[in-house]
């Protein structure tokens, strides 16, 4: 399998796991080139003037798959993308959106330029001129190619996107749905900027449900007390260590930043260190943990779940052996490479795969769409009706028992739901009904023994499906 002491490169790393998934579904080759093979690719250089001095920047869209449109994907501000990164991760799209029954094709874009190096109003102008030459091109619209954020990107840089898209399209009614992560106020959805990280902790509980694979996995029942090492306090990161910290009682006790590691072993308060890196731009300093420079070891500390939310490749090969946790959870994308897979496999580590363990990014996304599409807000019609019902049950409860109802009926009942409400109650029940879907996978194929592979047959069947429905031509 490709395997000499040259590292596979991430759309290898991706391909080789998917192939063993395709082994077990004894797929027609044929078949399963057509799954792998990305669409295309189209990579752009572009000169902006930067204080009166031209700068040419390069960027790439992929799009992976069209079987269903749009394609659907992030697009990265960083320093270090190049073509395969971009088209790794837009393979991983694809599977991500049929893990989760998102009716999207996959895709991902890349610049490559250090976000903090520019000023707002520079990176304004090169984000709009990447932008017009992917609408251009035909690499973005509501219905073919969507972006979204990812590293280095956020709202701000969506808005302007969608903005772009609305002065080249402005005869096009659903000029919002092309793009996702916007500000609420121009047609984002409320619960899209924390996503991807409440999804992850969605994913994490959905397992600790499942008394089976918890024990599986060497850990005690309950999520409560479990001692977490996270990596990157990111968007995904942040959220996902902020509700472990908060909802779950479970205890972060090792943050790994890009400039070091903070440990301490009672748990750290999120909220205070995030606070800490805004003022400081760095963990370094913060006063309630002890800090080590040497970050990568952060990754080897002993803990229950240790949680990558960072970038790619950050478990390979050569720490793979001295990772000591008992459950990974893929935050981030691909920060498990294929030869390190095979190495925590053997040594019967559980990982809970990115590909279902970040799609809550993605199930969001589409959900902004679909509100972008309907032009109508989540709850809006319904809420007061809602509302009006559950008095109405209220007073009937009353008359017939003659009591009063607790207060907390009264709120439960006589409330209907807004429209971040329907977003996490819509996300929750997308990550609790995949991961029953992987787990009946593994339960019902003996050539599955691991939740990434199951993730892949899951994926793969339903892209089949959609081969075979349509046929190729
Ligand atoms: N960039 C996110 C991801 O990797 C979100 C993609 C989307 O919402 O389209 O899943």
Same mark, same amino acid.
Request: proline share 6%.
């Given at each position: 399998m490709g395997q000499d002491n040259k590292s596979l490169s991430f759309s290898e790393s991706v391909n080789f796991m998917v192939d063993r998934a395709l082994t077990v579904l004894e797929i027609d080759e044929g078949i399963s080139a057509a799954i792998k093979a990305c669409n295309s690719t189209i990579k752009i250089n572009f000169p902006v003037e930067i204080n009166g001095k031209i700068e040419v920047f390069t960027g790439w869209r992929?799009?992976?798959?069209?079987?269903?449109?749009?394609?659907?994907?992030?697009?990265?501000?960083?320093?270090?993308?190049?073509?395969?990164?971009?088209?790794?991760?837009?393979?991983?799209?694809?599977?991500?959106?049929?893990?989760?029954?998102?009716?999207?094709?996959?895709?991902?874009?890349?610049?490559?330029?250090?976000?903090?190096?520019?000023?707002?109003?520079?990176?304004?102008?090169?984000?709009?001129?990447?932008?017009?030459?992917?609408?251009?091109?035909?690499?973005?619209?509501?219905?073919?190619?969507?972006?979204?954020?990812?590293?280095?990107?956020?709202?701000r840089e969506m808005a302007w996107i969608a903005d772009t898209y609305k002065h080249l399209h402005p005869e096009d009614i659903n000029y919002a749905a092309c793009v996702t992560g916007k500000p609420v106020a121009h047609g984002g959805i409320r619960g899209r900027t924390e996503a991807t990280g409440r999804g992850v902790v969605y994913a994490i509980r959905e397992f600790f449900r499942h008394a089976d694979d918890v024990k599986a996995a060497g850990l005690t029942p309950g999520l409560g007390g479990k001692r977490i090492v996270m990596q990157g306090l990111g968007n995904v990161g942040y959220y996902a260590a902020k509700l472990l910290d908060e909802e779950d009682e479970s205890k972060i006790i090792a943050i790994v930043e890009r400039d070091g590691v903070l440990v301490n072993d009672e748990g750290l308060c999120i909220e205070n260190v995030r606070n800490h890196i805004n003022e400081h731009k760095t963990i370094k300093g913060f006063p309630d943990a002890t800090f080590s420079e040497d970050g990568a070891s952060g990754l080897e500390i002993e803990c229950d779940i240790l949680i990558p939310a960072a970038m790619e490749a950050q478990i390979t090969k050569e720490?793979?052996?001295?990772?000591?946790?008992?459950?990974?959870?893929?935050?981030?994308?691909?920060?498990?490479?294929?030869?390190?897979?095979?190495?925590?496999?053997?040594?019967?580590?559980?990982?809970?795969?990115d590909a279902y363990v970040n799609a809550g990014g993605v199930t969001v996304s589409y959900f902004e769409w679909v509100r972008n599409l309907a032009h109508i807000r989540f709850g809006r019609m319904e809420r007061q009706h809602d509302e009006m019902r559950g008095t109405q049950m209220?007073?009937?409860?009353?008359?017939? /028992?003659?009591?009063?109802?607790?207060?907390?009926?009264?709120?439960?009942?006589?409330?209907?739901?807004?429209?971040?409400?329907?977003?996490?109650s819509?996300?929750?029940? /997308?990550?609790?009904?995949?991961?029953?879907?992987?787990?009946?996978?593994?339960?019902?194929?003996e050539k599955v023994d691991d939740f990434r592979t199951a993730s892949y047959v899951v994926a793969i069947q339903k892209i089949v499906r959609s081969y075979i429905d349509i046929g190729v031509y």
């Open positions: 992929s799009t992976h798959s069209s079987h269903r449109l749009p394609s659907k994907g992030g697009i990265r501000f960083a320093p270090i993308v190049n073509e395969d990164e971009v088209e790794a991760l837009a393979a991983l799209m694809t599977y991500k959106c049929a893990i989760v029954d998102v009716p999207f094709g996959g895709s991902k874009g890349g610049l490559l330029i250090d976000p903090y190096q520019y000023t707002r109003d520079d990176l304004q102008r090169i984000t709009r001129r990447f932008a017009r030459e992917l609408i251009r091109k035909g690499f973005l619209s509501p219905a073919t190619n969507v972006p979204a954020p990812d590293m280095g990107t956020g709202e720490n793979a052996e001295r990772i000591k946790t008992k459950l990974i959870v893929e935050a981030a994308n691909g920060p498990v490479t294929f030869e390190a897979d095979n190495i925590l496999r053997q040594r019967d580590i559980t990982i809970l795969p209220l007073q009937a409860l009353e008359a017939m /028992t003659g009591k009063q109802p607790e207060e907390w009926m009264k709120k439960e009942l006589a409330s209907g739901a807004d429209e971040l409400d329907l977003v996490r819509g996300l929750d029940d /997308t990550m609790r009904g995949s991961y029953q879907q992987l787990k009946e996978v593994l339960d019902s194929n």
